[in-house]
Every structure is written in structure tokens, then in C-alpha cells.
């Protein structure tokens, strides 16, 4: 068995393990959930969890790699040469388009987070390395150094319109992430024309 395969197959197990956990999560609260639980429930020895997790919060957020890596393979798509409000509108819409293909995960993982406000903090700091991975893919697609303050702006801003389109899209305004992060960053430069206009 190649890699990719053996890659590919870890992936199937961990989805189906984490599966298991949100909805457990979802119905009796993180606090309310033992890692045998959750191993009974997904037919897994604790050992395989361990391995797999860590923790039982690692479950929680084990996405926090898949989402950094979407940013990366986002970022080598991109045209060098296109302006950079489009590099980054490219990114963000690649990201948005994972998030729909992952919906019904995404809204369980935030219903969760939402109900168990101890988990906050830890979803805090995955949003700011996601800003941190961006800012670098942006500073690479520009041949910028790592520092470059406009592509940090340009990711801190990024991050705001994805947290924003976020909340709308769970609030049911829009059907999909894509659409959201379209209509958000439009509407984001239309705020930030204002704001210069003042």
C-alpha cells in the first residue's frame, strides 16, 4: 500500500472517530463525554484514539491542520500577478468552498463550541494561526518577506470577512460559505471605501 493510500485511509478513520464524538458532544456536552465513549461508540480501542487524538479536545479540533492546509493549497493556486485584493478574494473563496463541502461537520463543530463556552479559547487561537498561515501564503504569492505588513493586514482582514460571512452563512441569510464570502468581501470594501471617505 502506497502512501497516499495509507494517508488516505488514516483520514476515513479519524473522520469516522470524530463523527462519533461531535454527535456524543452535541448531545450529552463535552464535559459530559468520556473517551471511552466515544471509543465505544466509533467501535475503536482507547489505544487507536490516543494515537489518532490525544485528548478528547484533540478530537474536537482536529481540523485545525486540514484547515491550515486548505490556506497553503489555496495559496499555490494563485496568480503572482493578479492584484492583491484578488489573491486574497481567491483564497478565501477556495477556503469558503471547503467549508461547504465539509457543511454539516462545520455547523455541528460551531454548535458544540457555541454550547460549551470553556472550548472558546482553544478556537480562538486556531483562527488566529489560520490568519498567521494566510498572511504567510499571501507574503509567498507576493515574493514578500514574511513580515510584510501588508500582507498581515491583508490576512487580519481576511480572517474578519470569513468570520463574518461565518455567521452569516450559520445564521441561514445565505446558502453557501461561497456566496457569503463573496457578498462579504464586497461589502467590506464598500465599509473600508467609507471609512476612507470620513
Not at 460551531?110 to 501564503?137: G, K
Not at 500582507?151 to 450559520?170: K, S
Request: aromatic letters at 8%; hydrophobic letters at 45%; glycine letters at 6%.
Amino acid at each position: 500500500m502506497d502512501q497516499a493510500k495509507a494517508r488516505a485511509g488514516r483520514e476515513v478513520s479519524r473522520a469516522h472517530v470524530e463523527s462519533h464524538a461531535l454527535q456524543l458532544f452535541d448531545e450529552h456536552g463535552v464535559e459530559g463525554v468520556t473517551v471511552e465513549q466515544i471509543c465505544a461508540a466509533a467501535g475503536i480501542a482507547p489505544a487507536t484514539f490516543y494515537r489518532h487524538f490525544g485528548t478528547k479536545d484533540g478530537v474536537l479540533f482536529a481540523y485545525r491542520e486540514r484547515f491550515l492546509r486548505v490556506i497553503r493549497e489555496a495559496a499555490v493556486a494563485v496568480q503572482p500577478a493578479a492584484e492583491p485584493g484578488d489573491q486574497l478574494k481567491s483564497i478565501l473563496l477556495r477556503f469558503a468552498d471547503f467549508l461547504d463541502q465539509h457543511a454539516e461537520d462545520i455547523s455541528l463543530r460551531d454548535s458544540v463550541v457555541a454550547r460549551n463556552p470553556v472550548l472558546l479559547p482553544s478556537t480562538l487561537l486556531i483562527q488566529r494561526e489560520w490568519e498567521s498561515e494566510l498572511a504567510c501564503a499571501l507574503a509567498h504569492v507576493r515574493g514578500v518577506s514574511a513580515t510584510d505588513s501588508k500582507a498581515w493586514w491583508d490576512a487580519a482582514w481576511g480572517l474578519t470577512v470569513i468570520r463574518a460571512a461565518f455567521r452569516r452563512w450559520r445564521s441561514g441569510d445565505v446558502m453557501t460559505m461561497h456566496q457569503s464570502v463573496t457578498n462579504g468581501f464586497e461589502e467590506g470594501l464598500r465599509a473600508l471605501d467609507r471609512l476612507r471617505a470620513t
